[in-house]
């Protein structure tokens, strides 16, 4: 079955690290995000891509990047962890811009000590 | 992108009551998503309704849309303890304009 998933589910890592996220789909979709979930600040949009080698901001770009050199990955990289990123991340993807369903994964629960 | 906004913010209820939470936003839409989030996980849709539709149903759930006052609400009826969850509305409109999801309705169903 076609799927979505995220690498590593948990990651605690150190102030001033790179780390990148993994996300991976299975659906051969052209379009796929990131996002993050805080308390009291639901889902925000952290970056966007319509296809390979297209990426876009979302509105809370600032200290991450994504890359899209294939269809079914869109690794998301923390250049220098800071707290403030704390948070638990989301990748999902869909198939068309016209506002098609988007397919989540599970999610990765990144601590920044 | 401009912001759906769920409300209420929080409903508790007990089992076997119905559930209706709204979204409203600001800006025209081609159609309009609901989607559900249990504690933990990714974000699951549960239903499309599109500008030119006024309701929808699928099982449990019915979706209305008012694109005159830029609203919809979704009801679930005969609540389980199962449903209890977050919703979040998410809709697309011309010129690859999209909301952006709110801070959902956290549902809690009381056994």
């Known amino acids: 079955d076609a799927e979505i998933t995220q690498s590593p589910r948990h990651k605690i890592t150190e102030t001033g690290r790179q780390v990148t996220l993994a996300c991976h789909q299975t659906w051969n979709h052209n379009n796929m995000f990131w996002y993050r979930q805080d308390l009291g600040h639901g889902l925000r949009l952290i970056h966007y891509s319509y296809g390979v080698q297209d990426t876009n901001k979302g509105e809370v770009s600032d200290g991450y990047s994504v890359s899209r050199s294939n269809t079914e990955d869109l690794p998301l990289t923390l250049e220098s962890a800071a707290s403030s990123q704390t948070s638990v991340y989301f990748c999902a993807s869909s198939r068309n811009q016209g506002g098609d369903t988007q397919y989540f994964g599970p999610g990765t629960r990144l601590t920044v000590l | 992108s401009q912001q759906g906004e769920e409300d209420p913010q929080a409903l508790s209820i007990q089992e076997g009551e119905n559930a209706t939470m709204n979204c409203s936003y600001k800006?025209?839409?081609?159609?309009l998503q609901w989607y559900r989030q249990n504690s933990g996980r990714g974000l699951v849709h549960l239903i499309l309704i599109r500008s030119n539709e006024r309701e929808k149903h699928s099982g449990r759930l019915r979706v209305t849309l008012d694109t005159s006052k830029k609203s919809s609400s979704l009801l679930i009826t005969a609540s389980r303890a199962a449903d209890t969850a977050s919703y979040f509305c998410?809709?697309?409109?011309?010129?690859?304009?999209?909301?952006?999801f709110g801070k959902g309705t956290l549902l809690t169903v009381n056994p």
């Open positions: 998410w809709g697309s409109g011309g010129s690859n304009y999209k909301l952006t």
């Open positions: 800006t025209s839409i081609n159609n």
